[in-house]
């Protein structure tokens, strides 16, 4: 199983970034814990930062054919971006939306998301951890998707959760 994971605008900032809100982590420390968590899951990780909407959407096109899900924190476009969701939506492959802040918890504007009705999951305020959970959530997501999927079940059907952790 292979995953893409997209950080954009600002993300590379990580570290000197208003740390109070975002956390000490550089993006270098979110991407190694990331592979080190996938290898203890067994999956492959790759990774890519833009700070432009065209080159997430070019990166997110070029990827999916490759991957079998993406963990995107899409950063102010998650707030803005038609494109992105258009792209994410129509390369058809599950994604799960994180974010190192709590964003519900910040400004309205950042209440909107453009990719989370969308997404197979949302995580948002963690830090770091949103990160890594989200990986879990999607690797379990596809890891179980022959069964029920996605976590939204009809009464009498299973969720496909096997009870098993990690
Ligand atoms: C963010 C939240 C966004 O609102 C913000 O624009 C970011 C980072 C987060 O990870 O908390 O750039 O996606």
């Known amino acids: 199983m292979r995953i893409a994971v997209v950080h954009g605008p600002n993300l590379n900032l ?7 809100v975002y956390g000490p982590a550089t993006l270098a420390d ?36 490759r991957v079998d ?14 494109a992105l969701r258009d792209a994410l939506v129509g390369v058809a492959r599950p994604f799960v939306e994180v974010h190192l802040s709590n964003v519900f918890a910040r400004e309205e504007f950042r209440h909107r998301s453009y990719l989370a009705d969308r997404a197979v999951g949302v995580v948002s305020g963690f830090g770091i951890d949103s990160y890594l959970l989200g ?32």
Do not use: C, M, W
């Not at 979110?30 to 065209?54: K, P, R």
């Not at 899900?69 to 038609?82: I, P, R």
């Not at 879990?136 to 029920?148: D, I």
């Open 14 to 20: 990580l570290g000197t970034r208003e740390p109070e």
């Open 30 to 65: 979110v991407n190694a814990a990331l592979t080190a968590l996938a290898g203890h899951l067994g999956v492959e990780v790759e990774f890519f930062q833009s700070n432009s909407e065209g080159g997430l959407v070019d990166h997110v096109q070029a990827v999916a054919p």
């Open 69 to 82: 899900g993406l963990v995107v924190n899409a950063g102010a476009y998650t707030h803005t971006s038609v």
């Open 135 to 166: 990986l879990r959530g999607l690797v379990g997501y596809l890891g179980r998707r022959g069964g029920a999927g996605r976590l939204v079940q009809r009464k009498g059907e299973s969720s496909g959760y096997d009870g098993r952790f990690p």
